[in-house]
Structures are given as C-alpha cells and as structure tokens.
C-alpha cells in the first residue's frame, strides 16, 4: 500500500516537473512573440510618423504653389 503512495506520488512530481518545463518553453516563447510585436509596433508608429510627415508637407507645397499662382 506504501509503495503504491509513494510510485503515485513520484508519477505525480514528474508530471509537474513536465508541465513547469513545458510551462518554461511557452513563457520563453511568449517573451520572444510579445518582444517580436513590440518592435512591428515602433516600426508601424515610426511609418505613421513619416506618413503624416510626407502628408503635411505635401499640402504645405499645394498651399504653396496655390498662393503663388
């Protein structure tokens, strides 16, 4: 009866030692995605930036070439 506990017991440690490891892997992962996402947001915010940039001063040269004409 003991052994039987005790052989439950180790099979149960060892299930929780897979899903910490395995928990391990996935959180890494998760670091890696979310690390991966943060850097295509600066790059999209950066592009907006330009865009908008490119924009105003494009109608700044209509404004521009409006009033001269």
């Known amino acids: 009866m003991a052994e039987k506990l005790i052989q ?3 099979t149960k440690i060892a299930d929780l030692i897979e899903l910490a490891r395995e928990l391990n892997r ?6 890696i995605r979310v690390a991966e ?3 295509e947001r600066r ?4 592009r907006q ?9 494009s109608i700044e040269r209509l404004r521009h070439i409006e009033a001269s004409s």
């Open 26 to 31: 996935e959180n890494r992962a998760l670091k």
């Open 43 to 46: 790059d999209l915010l950066e």
């Open 8 to 10: 439950s017991l180790e």
């Open 37 to 39: 996402l943060q850097r």
């Open 49 to 57: 930036r330009h865009a908008e940039q490119y924009i105003d001063q």
